[in-house]
């Protein structure tokens, strides 16, 4: 089962709107709505902000949402904020029942 | 509060066994997913496997099976990953996770164990 395809950075200036694709195929994210995504800081365990395409745990800010059309989910963080930049991690659920990542993407905030 | 606690950092030989552990707390052990992923240094996350401790129905990722063994220990709500050869290639950070139905996400992770395997 090959990674997901995320860009491997992107930034953007505080109190702008970023987002970050992740593309996979039509045994992964286009076969389910089963695609999350979690936030990794350096030295830190990942944390989940996203499942389900664009539903957010108790506790993850607003700002955070996510998205799917066809094959490419997306992240997006409007509002960016200095604790934002971190390591975003999609994943998707296969057909296979298992799990797959996605590359990371760093974000930069300016 | 759900915890998942992890062993300590290990250091390790080539040809070494190991086997480290995940604790899980404050939920019902037995009616989650245990997800195993390998961080190597400054990369990606990838799915090593995962357990349900419920009846101990373990999968392994291609890539990772016949290389370790995942298990569990229901009446110690504990999880454990094990080598039986470490090379230096296993040099990297472990994190378990939970994971809901099927582990189609993990909605809480252990804090990490690194292992350094050097001669």
């Known amino acids: 089962q090959s990674a997901l395809t995320q860009p491997a950075s992107v930034s953007g200036s505080p109190g702008q709107s970023i987002t970050i694709t992740c593309t996979g195929t039509s045994s992964d994210v286009g076969a389910y709505n089963y695609v999350s995504w979690c936030q990794q800081h350096p030295g830190k365990a990942p944390k989940l902000i996203i499942y389900?395409?664009?539903n957010r745990p108790s506790g993850v800010s607003n700002r955070f949402s996510g998205s799917k059309s066809g094959n490419t989910a997306s992240l997006t963080i409007s509002g960016l904020q200095a604790e934002d930049e971190a390591d975003y991690y999609c994943s998707s659920f296969t057909i296979s029942s298992t799990l797959v990542f996605g590359g990371g993407t760093k974000l930069t905030v300016l | 509060e759900v915890q998942l606690v992890q062993s300590g950092t290990e250091v390790k030989k080539p040809g070494e066994s190991l086997k480290i552990s995940c604790k899980g707390s404050a939920y019902s052990f037995t009616s989650y997913w245990i997800g195993w992923v390998r961080q190597m240094p400054g990369k990606g996350l990838e799915l090593m496997g995962i357990i349900y401790p419920g009846d101990s129905d373990t999968r392994y990722s291609p890539s990772f099976q016949g290389q370790v063994t995942i298990s569990a220990d229901r009446s110690i709500t504990t999880a454990y990953l094990q080598w039986s050869s470490l090379k230096a290639s296993d040099t990297a950070m472990y994190y378990c996770?939970?994971?809901?139905?099927?582990?189609?996400?993990?909605?809480?992770w252990g804090q990490g164990t690194l292992v350094t395997v050097s001669s």
């Open positions: 996770a939970r994971g809901t139905s099927l582990a189609r996400y993990f909605d809480y």
């Open positions: 389900d395409v664009s």
